[in-house]
């Protein structure tokens, strides 16, 4: 039986959560040798509407490339949580950005991590553009699907000359508050 793992990625335009579901998918396509698909959808706007990627990891060739029961859902704003929350498994691994997300996630969903996620990279690394790379960080940490190594490959092809050292920092503070703030999920 393959095992097949899916990310969601949701918020709006602009928040690169398109970039970081392309960056995943070829952490584990091209540097883990896995089988990835990555799929995207988002409004007419060009920054602040809907916006959702997906990523789908296997061990086996991926036989439908959209996530139709998430392992993991990032939620970068409210409009995400109360558009993909309802669709999510209770037991799916729930990120929210602490600062985006101000309502309760709901006490039946088991593994929810709040992260301050553009916080953290405003005040850490000076640019609140590179929270959806503190987020690969952290979603790495947490699951383990793709190797550190393969996701800073695919990461440093993907982003601007010249931002390496800022994306690798983010990076890093992803794993750093997968610690802090899933130390519950880490141990599980």
């Known amino acids: 039986m393959s095992q097949r793992y899916e990310i969601?990625?949701?918020?709006?335009?602009?928040?690169?959560?398109?970039?970081?579901g392309i960056i995943f998918s070829e952490a584990a396509a091209i540097y883990d040798r896995k089988f990835a698909t990555q799929t995207q959808s988002y409004g007419p706007?060009?920054?602040?509407?809907?916006?959702?990627?997906?990523?789908?990891?296997?061990?086996?060739?991926?036989?439908?490339?959209?996530?139709?029961?998430?392992?993991?859902?990032?939620?970068?704003?409210?409009a995400a949580k109360e558009k993909y929350l309802p669709m999510c498994r209770k037991d799916a691994i729930i990120i929210a950005d602490s600062d985006l997300v101000k309502s309760e996630i709901p006490s039946e969903y088991s593994k929810v991590?709040?992260?301050?996620?553009?916080?953290?990279?405003?005040?850490?690394?000076?640019?609140?553009?590179?929270?959806?790379?503190?987020?690969?960080?952290?979603?790495?940490?947490?699951?383990?699907?793709?190797?550190?190594e393969s996701l800073e490959k695919a990461l440093l092809t993907r982003i601007p000359k010249g931002t390496e050292e800022m994306n690798k920092k983010a990076l890093k503070l992803g794993k750093e508050a997968a610690k802090k703030y899933g130390v519950h999920l880490l141990k599980a």
Not at 8 to 20: C, E, H, M, W, Y
């Open 8 to 20: 969601r990625l949701a918020g709006s335009g602009g928040q690169g959560l398109i970039l970081g």
């Open 113 to 148: 991590v709040k992260v301050p996620l553009t916080r953290i990279a405003k005040e850490s690394v000076g640019r609140e553009f590179v929270a959806n790379i503190v987020a690969l960080g952290l979603i790495r940490e947490l699951t383990n699907i793709v190797s550190e």
């Open 45 to 78: 706007e060009s920054r602040g509407g809907a916006s959702k990627s997906e990523v789908v990891i296997s061990d086996e060739e991926v036989d439908y490339p959209k996530a139709t029961n998430p392992d993991v859902v990032l939620l970068f704003t409210e």
